[in-house]
């Protein structure tokens, strides 16, 4: 078996296809080391973790998940198979999230080729979408995608909609009054348009009416001269959830986020996210905030929309750790 983890050019294309994936305001909170031939752990980075928005590492796990899922596609290109131990030390090694194998496999399928191919064309979307409905074989293949990572994908009907939207904007208003979180936000926030962060050119325009179907990062760093907008009238949502809510469910979560994100790039329906109610309940840890029962990990915006643009990534070097 030729391992594409003995080479500087085979591991640099799995690494560039892990880092593709998206994370909570562009933190990119992983770490990867290679440890073998065959061996490569994926980390979580503390120094990159939302210490006031995410304090037990939700949100790291669901960004560190993305990636995983896309470092699994990558391997199934070379020909070869992933097998993973997620969360293999809890106890000792908390940060360590998962060590994968690479093993003797079968060449990729047309459909890890497709998902794959559309790893760098997926960017969360935060323009106004038309109104124009998901189609119900599109919403069915996001549904499976979801159920083959372990994890559940609903759509929301309009009532739910509604519900949803005014428990993001109640939301909104607590958090908007917390100086601690918003001093956290403003940090990753039009930070480092070279590295990370959320820089401006992706923020979007600011909604003109709420509740808004989508996030306005750009509320607490007000950018000049940025756009006012008219957002959908009949915003659809979905909700990823899992049967339990520890982290190795939020990691699992994370990979079938990113299957169900790169499934709806494929078919051309574009993505963004309303985490504000789960960042709040991770905050407080407060019972009876969310109205189904279900553990919900993300609630996500489809549509169709204009092309989004992407941001920046971290250098090959500053993630990975060679023997």
Known sequence: MQSPLKDEMGLRRLISAAEAAPSIHNTQPWRFRVTGDDLI???GDPDRMLWVADPRGHALHLSCGAALYNLRLAIRMAGLKPLVWALPDPAHEPTLLAVVQLAEGRS????????FE??????????????????????????????????AFRTLNRAQTMQVLDLVAEVERVLACDPVHLSEMRQWISANAAGDGVPPHVLGPRPDTEPAPVRDLGSGRPEPGRPVDHFEGRPQLAILSTAQDQPADWLRAGQALQRVLLTATWHG?????????????????????WPWQEHPQMIIRLGYGPPAAGTARRPFTDILETP
């Open 41 to 43: 752990e994926l980390r």
């Open 108 to 115: 990729a399928t047309v459909a890890e080729q497709e998902l």
């Open 118 to 151: 559309a790893i760098p064309a997926r960017h969360t979307n935060r323009a106004p979408f038309a109104d124009r409905p998901v189609p119900d074989p599109v919403r069915a293949e996001l549904e499976r995608a979801a159920s083959l990572e372990y994890a």
């Open 269 to 289: 329906v574009a993505a963004s996210f309303l985490y504000q109610p789960i960042e709040l309940h991770e905050m407080r840890m407060t019972g009876g905030w």
